[in-house]
């Protein structure tokens, strides 16, 4: 691991599983630097300290809400990308309305043991089908398919958005409906032919054991997540749950991300690494 400095990465740095396409890995930029972390960590500490000293559920939710409304406002009053915070804020809120209809605390708890429940199943079903997400997604970033599709679903809708110009006098209806069919077909056909591109990776043996593997670690981390913690939230050890979170989140990621990035990067010698290419690139 190359960066465990303490700034902030600037918007140009790839963050979270964008660091999986990068050459070289940092720990700061993979848990989205100091503010990323300490917006993730933050809430769940609050709640699990609140819980601890006081045992008043209502003073510990107040607590963990305020601190993540607080996140976005200092991103708002910045003028920083809010995105992150908000969606750490919509995930405590959710807790926080669980467990305060329940009046139980650990119910705080319970949407991420449901969110590493259906990731756990979402990356096995993957692996069996031979679609492993570790390799969608770094194949996605690394040919920039990924930001090809959004650009282009960008473009058809500010297409859609713009009416159609009347025919001009030498030009006659035919014609325009014409143009636009072809138009059309052209899209179709290169879309297929961008897909079989990217998709080639799949037909790489090499390849495929790799990001299977990484794969599986992945669905090994959420495993162990609910293996742990799942017992805690049944017998309502709320203290406890609570500490068991905050270990295996943040620090659980970014170890799962780093074994992962050391499974997938790329080999930096030509020689393998044109040995590693389709028949028709190498």
Not at 44 to 61: A, H
Not at 186 to 204: L, Y
Not at 210 to 233: K, S
């Amino acid at each position: 691991m190359s960066d465990v400095s303490g700034t902030a990465p600037d918007d140009s740095t790839p963050q979270g599983m964008k660091v999986l396409a990068a050459d070289e890995f940092s720990v700061t930029d993979a848990v989205g630097g100091v503010r990323g972390l300490l917006e993730s960590v933050a809430p769940g500490l609050v709640f699990v300290v609140l819980f601890v000293i006081t045992e008043d559920l209502r003073t510990t939710l107040i607590g963990s809400i305020a601190i993540s409304v607080v996140a976005v406002l200092a991103r708002v009053v910045q003028r920083a990308p809010v995105t992150p915070a908000l969606s750490g804020l919509l995930g405590v809120g959710i807790g926080v309305l669980w467990a305060w209809r329940s009046g139980d605390a650990e119910d705080y708890f319970a949407l991420g043991l449901w969110t590493n429940a259906i990731y756990s199943v979402g990356l096995l079903l993957s692996i069996l089908v031979r679609w492993p997400v570790v390799g969608v997604v770094v194949e996605g970033l690394r040919s920039g398919f990924i930001e090809q599709l959004a650009s282009d679903a960008k473009n058809d809708d500010a297409s859609a958005a713009t009416p159609d110009q009347a025919p001009t006098a030498g030009e006659s209806g035919t014609d325009t409906a014409r143009a636009g069919a072809d138009d059309a077909e052209g899209a179709t056909a290169r879309s297929p032919g961008a897909f079989a591109r990217w998709a080639r990776w799949r037909h790489d043996r090499s390849l495929m054991r790799r990001y299977q593997a990484a794969t599986w670690l992945w669905v090994g981390m959420f495993v162990l997540r609910l293996a742990v913690q799942v017992p805690l939230y049944v017998t309502g050890t709320v203290g406890w749950l609570g500490t068991a979170r905050l270990v295996m989140g943040i620090p659980l990621f970014a170890l799962t991300l780093w074994v992962t990035w050391l499974l997938v990067r790329r080999d930096r010698s030509p020689e393998r690494a044109a040995a590693s290419l389709p028949q028709d690139e190498a």
